[in-house]
């Protein structure tokens, strides 16, 4: 059923089940709460999960089962610093079971331009046929529904050989880049952003650096030695053009 309350407040809701032995119900009191739904936080925003405190102030795990869900991973070389965000589907036999990590409500308004969502990942399977899911889905009602504006699996998100043992990234990882435009949400003051995991028996999935509002550039990291870099004009108030010699091709 579809109920609709017309005056803001805290509700009791009421099931009652008929049957061949009766009638019985069951009420929840001050089980809802209607409210004005509130201004997310301003934008732009980061979490490069660097301050070792899990989850981060501002992010929530949803974790529906109670099972292996997403941790803090200090172990693998991360994408930039010493943590990232891990969740093993090695050892998870719940098999299509969703867990993610809940960014706080955000503002678009107060982003004066297109916001991008961009982060890294780095993944692995444990067998060819098996593969797990990267998921980010956006809500603008209050998490009522929700909308896939990204999708990973299989070839697209391995970063890492197939492996029966928990894959680790190490300094010979190439994170892979997601930059996810949100340019629809740009006129929403309440956007919940969800990035989840689908379990599929594979391997570790890890997620570092995430942001949002900012489009950074579109191409890999360089990080081959430069020779000659030059930046024209310099200072520059709104645009610049660099130039440079690699080393090797």
């Known amino acids: 059923p579809i109920v609709t309350y017309s005056v803001l407040g805290t509700y009791d809701v009421t099931m009652k089940v008929t049957g061949l032995s009766g009638i019985d119900s069951l009420t929840l009191p001050a089980y809802l709460n209607v409210t004005t739904p509130p201004i997310g936080q301003s934008l732009p925003y980061a979490e490069t999960f660097e301050s070792l405190t899990w989850p981060p102030v501002d992010i929530t795990i949803d974790n529906p089962d109670g099972g292996i869900t997403w941790e803090l991973d200090t172990t693998a070389v991360a994408y930039a610093g010493i943590a990232s965000a891990k969740i093993n589907n090695l050892i998870n036999t719940n098999y299509g079971q969703s867990d993610a990590m809940i960014l706080p409500a955000f ?7 297109t916001a991008y969502l961009s982060f890294r990942w780095a993944y692995a399977k444990s067998d060819p046929s098996y593969s797990d899911e990267l998921i980010v889905l956006v809500s603008s009602d209050c998490g009522v529904n929700f909308s896939q504006v ?3 699996s299989g070839t697209a998100m391995t970063t890492g050989p197939t492996q029966t043992t928990p894959y680790l990234p190490d300094s010979s990882t190439v994170w892979k880049w997601a930059n996810i435009s949100l340019s629809a ?23 570092d650096h995430i942001n949002l509002g900012i489009n950074t550039l579109a191409i890999e ?3 081959a030695p430069l020779l000659n870099v030059q930046i024209c004009p310099n200072p520059a108030n709104h645009a610049f053009n660099l130039s440079y010699q690699l080393t090797e091709s």
């Open 221 to 223: 990291d360089q990080n």
């Open 185 to 207: 949400y740009a006129a929403q003051t309440n956007v919940i952003v969800k990035i989840v995991n689908v379990t599929d028996g594979g391997n570790n999935l890890y997620i």
């Open 150 to 152: 990204f999708y990973k």
């Open 107 to 113: 503002d678009f308004t107060t982003f004066g331009g």
